[in-house]
């Protein structure tokens, strides 16, 4: 997650978590920083990135009709399918519903040349201005090495390889007026000035793709299980299919792009799922984090809507139409009982670490880790026990969680 106005990184996380404390008993997988190191297929994710380059060009307008050819067309010797299957769409649908067949023949009429330069230009091809110990740079072919085939699939973000710093770095652009923005993690010692920006896109290119992008949120669009009630998002969902050594499997990484409020944003998000299990539609997998990620800093903002809006949020629309199979709704972590000093302590126990860690501290309370796990199994005291009185406490007084 980034701060759109100031390029700051507000949060990079890795999934499993390892505890930093006990590094010699973790294993280098776990301490990969994935973020900046693991180059995947963006997938439908960097369609807005064609349609960014598209309008510039003149190629399309948003109400441009397509031929999707029903779900179906023959590109060289591969065959090029749509989960939704349609005839003619006009552009801003071909986004929305995130046609495959619809991206690749805009593609085809920007150009391999002009697309590839727009991809240069929003530093796909280079390592983030990040001051992190090892980043990469990401795979990306010359046009003149692409085949039919390869400007079709590098439409809809297969054929080309990026790291999430990279493909939020660009996604900053969009965000940011059509002007590139690089992200920032260091704030003290300061960071050497960064370059100026660069506009790469139009101000009116960059509001008409933040517009249909919110449309895949807002309206009947692949994102509509990221929507919030009484905010705007813009957003685009990915689905990439995962290549392996005998050539595209049957594992998939799920992604969603994120920006909010959707026409002046102030925070971008980039979720992935690596190999999802079961169903693995980047709008039913991925789009969930990345609402729930916002509603969390929102609310940390005081940004969230009124009490109305925030009571609907329970009643968000959770059917979608790419996938219409029901899911049932994704369980809430327990909300602690936090007890005021002088009353009792509050059962921990089953919580995360970090959240553990946020009641007791708030309340004066520094406890001492006892196990290598990131969950909370025991404490001492016990729950329902009477909280310490910081003034009361003896030296050898303290606060044990006991983690597997």
Same mark, same amino acid.
């Given at each position: 997650?980034?701060?759109?106005?100031?390029?700051?990184?507000?949060?990079?996380?890795?999934?499993?978590?390892?505890?930093?404390?006990?590094?010699?008993?973790?294993?280098?997988?776990?301490?990969?920083?994935?973020?900046?190191?693991?180059?995947?297929?963006?997938?439908?994710?960097?369609?807005?990135?064609?349609?960014?380059?598209?309008?510039?060009?003149?190629?399309?307008?948003?109400?441009?009709?397509?031929?999707?050819?029903?779900?179906?067309?023959?590109?060289?010797?591969?065959?090029?399918?749509?989960?939704?299957?349609?005839?003619?769409?006009?552009?801003?649908?071909?986004?929305?519903?995130?046609?495959?067949?619809?991206?690749?023949?805009?593609?085809?009429?920007?150009?391999?040349?002009?697309?590839?330069?727009?991809?240069?230009?929003?530093?796909?091809?280079?390592?983030?201005?990040?001051?992190?110990?090892?980043?990469?740079?990401?795979?990306?072919?010359?046009?003149?090495?692409?085949?039919?085939?390869?400007?079709?699939?590098?439409?809809?973000?297969?054929?080309?390889?990026?790291?999430?710093?990279?493909?939020?770095?660009?996604?900053?652009?969009?965000?940011?007026?059509? !002007?590139?923005? &690089?992200?920032? =993690?260091?704030?003290?010692?300061?960071? %050497? @000035? #960064? /370059?100026?920006?660069?506009?790469?896109?139009?101000?009116?290119?960059?509001?008409?793709?933040?517009?249909?992008?919110?449309?895949?949120?807002?309206?009947?669009?692949?994102?509509?299980?990221?929507?919030?009630?009484?905010?705007?998002?813009?957003?685009?969902?990915?689905?990439?299919?995962?290549?392996?050594?005998?050539?595209?499997?049957?594992?998939?990484?799920?992604?969603?792009?994120?920006?909010?409020?959707?026409?002046?944003?102030?925070?971008?998000?980039?979720?992935?799922?690596?190999?999802?299990?079961?169903?693995?539609?980047?709008?039913?997998?991925?789009?969930?984090?990345?609402?729930?990620?916002?509603?969390?800093?929102?609310?940390?903002?005081?940004?969230?809507?009124?009490?109305?809006?925030?009571?609907?949020?329970?009643?968000?629309?959770?059917?979608? !139409?790419?996938? &219409?199979?029901? =899911?049932?709704?994704?369980?809430?972590? %327990? @909300? #602690? /009982?936090?007890?005021?000093?002088?009353?009792?302590?509050?059962?921990?126990?089953?919580?995360?670490?970090?959240?553990?860690?946020?009641?007791?501290?708030?309340?004066?309370?520094?406890?001492?880790?006892?196990?290598?796990?990131?969950?909370?199994?025991?404490?001492?005291?016990?729950?329902?026990?009477?909280?310490?009185?910081?003034?009361?406490?003896?030296?050898?007084?303290?606060?044990?969680?006991?983690?597997?």
């Amino acid at each position: 997650m980034a701060d759109v106005k100031s390029g700051d990184i507000l949060a990079l996380a890795n999934y499993p978590f390892f505890n930093p404390n006990i590094y010699g008993k973790t294993s280098a997988s776990d301490r990969r920083n994935r973020a900046a190191l693991d180059i995947y297929e963006p997938g439908s994710t960097l369609k807005p990135i064609l349609f960014a380059a598209a309008l510039e060009e003149a190629v399309i307008e948003p109400d441009t009709l397509v031929d999707c050819e029903n779900g179906r067309w023959r590109v060289g010797r591969k065959t090029i399918r749509d989960h939704h299957r349609a005839r003619w769409l006009p552009a801003r649908k071909v986004l929305r519903y995130s046609s495959n067949i619809g991206s690749a023949k805009i593609a085809r009429d920007l150009g391999a040349d002009a697309y590839y330069s727009y991809l240069v230009k929003l530093g796909l091809t280079e390592k983030p201005s990040v001051r992190l110990p090892a980043m990469r740079s990401g795979m990306l072919r010359p046009p003149s090495e692409w085949t039919e085939v390869d400007q079709a699939a590098i439409a809809f973000g297969q054929g080309i390889g990026t790291t999430a710093l990279q493909l939020a770095q660009a996604f900053m652009c969009i965000a940011s007026g059509g !002007e590139t923005r &690089p992200l920032r =993690l260091v704030k003290d010692p300061e960071s %050497p @000035a #960064p /370059k100026p920006g660069v506009r790469v896109f139009s101000r009116q290119t960059a509001q008409t793709v933040l517009k249909l992008m919110e449309e895949v949120v807002e309206m009947d669009g692949t994102g509509r299980r990221a929507r919030i009630p009484g905010i705007t998002m813009a957003g685009k969902t990915g689905t990439a299919q995962k290549a392996g050594p005998g050539g595209y499997g049957d594992k998939y990484m799920s992604s969603f792009v994120g920006m909010v409020p959707s026409l002046d944003p102030e925070l971008l998000i980039l979720c992935m799922v690596d190999e999802p299990k079961g169903i693995d539609y980047g709008g039913i997998v991925a789009a969930p984090v990345a609402r729930e990620v916002f509603v969390e800093t929102l609310a940390l903002r005081g940004k969230l809507p009124d009490a109305q809006a925030a009571s609907a949020l329970a009643d968000a629309e959770t059917v979608d !139409e790419v996938n &219409p199979e029901a =899911l049932p709704q994704q369980a809430a972590l %327990p @909300a #602690p /009982k936090v007890i005021e000093p002088g009353k009792r302590v509050p059962d921990v126990k089953g919580l995360p670490l970090r959240r553990a860690l946020d009641i007791l501290l708030k309340k004066g309370i520094v406890p001492v880790i006892e196990g290598d796990g990131m969950t909370v199994t025991g404490q001492r005291p016990a729950p329902g026990a009477p909280w310490p009185e910081p003034a009361e406490e003896a030296e050898d007084d303290v606060f044990i969680l006991q983690l597997s």
